[in-house]
């Protein structure tokens, strides 16, 4: 099972929306409604910021927001805050019912 | 609250074992679905195993690499998940992360990770 693609980074300025990708296949992001988002600061463990394509888990900001077409699911990060540079990994479940994450994106906030 | 604490990380040669370990409170694993997922230095998350705990069912998915070499055990007692590493390569190098799956397909927690090295 090939890792999900990501850009490797994306930059933004304080205020502005920045869009994450992540691509699959036809039996991962396109076949289920089964992705996840997770942030990682440096050092740290990750955190869930999206589950199910576009649901958020308590306590995260609305700013995050999640969607999915086709073979491609994305992660929106409206209002880019300083807090919010970290890397972020996409996660699907599979046609062989495993788990695949994306290769990661880091975030900068410019 | 839920709350995993990892242990049992090392420096280990290849082809030796190691066993990790995976305290959780504030949810009983017995009634749960738990994974592990791995980090290599300076590299992206890659997930490693999913078991169901629940109804005592046990079943248990490995990611290819790991397969035939790592299992999972739990005590109950203890509210304790096990990770077994055997035959264990160089590229088996990373944090090792327990995680509780708030869904049957998301890392709903994770623990701080514990680092394994395998080295000659």
């Known amino acids: 099972q090939s890792a999900l693609t990501q850009p490797a980074s994306v930059s933004g300025s304080p205020g502005q929306s920045i869009t994450i990708s992540c691509t699959g296949t036809?039996?991962?992001?396109?076949?289920?409604?089964?992705v996840s988002w997770y942030q990682q600061h440096p050092g740290k463990a990750p955190k869930l910021m999206i589950y199910?394509?576009?649901n958020r888990p308590s306590g995260v900001s609305t700013r995050f927001s999640g969607s999915k077409s086709a073979n491609t699911a994305s992660l929106t990060i409206s209002g880019l805050q300083a807090e919010d540079e970290a890397d972020y990994y996409c996660?699907?479940?599979?046609?062989?019912?495993?788990?695949?994450f994306g290769t990661g994106t880091k975030v900068t906030v410019l | 609250e839920v709350h995993l604490v990892e242990s049992g990380g090392g420096l280990v040669k290849p082809g030796e074992s190691l066993r990790l370990s995976c305290a959780a409170s504030?949810?009983?694993?017995?009634?749960?679905?738990m994974s592990w997922v791995r980090q290599a230095p300076g590299k992206g998350l890659e997930w490693v195993v999913r078991?169901?705990?629940?109804?005592?069912?046990?079943?248990?998915y490995y990611a290819a690499p790991v397969n035939g070499r790592f299992t999972i055990s739990r005590d109950d007692s203890k509210n304790t998940l096990y990770l077994h590493m055997n035959s264990l390569k160089t590229e088996d190098t990373a944090v090792y992360y327990c995680?509780?799956?708030?869904?049957?397909?998301?890392?709903?927690?994770w623990g701080q990770g514990t680092m394994v090295t395998v080295s000659s």
């Open positions: 078991i169901r705990i629940k109804n005592d069912d046990g079943t248990t």
């Open positions: 504030g949810f009983t694993i017995s009634n749960a679905w």
């Open positions: 996660n699907s479940f599979t046609s062989s019912s495993t788990l695949v």
């Open positions: 036809s039996s991962d992001v396109g076949a289920y409604n089964y």
């Open positions: 199910d394509v576009s």
């Open positions: 995680t509780w799956m708030s869904t049957v397909t998301t890392f709903g927690s």
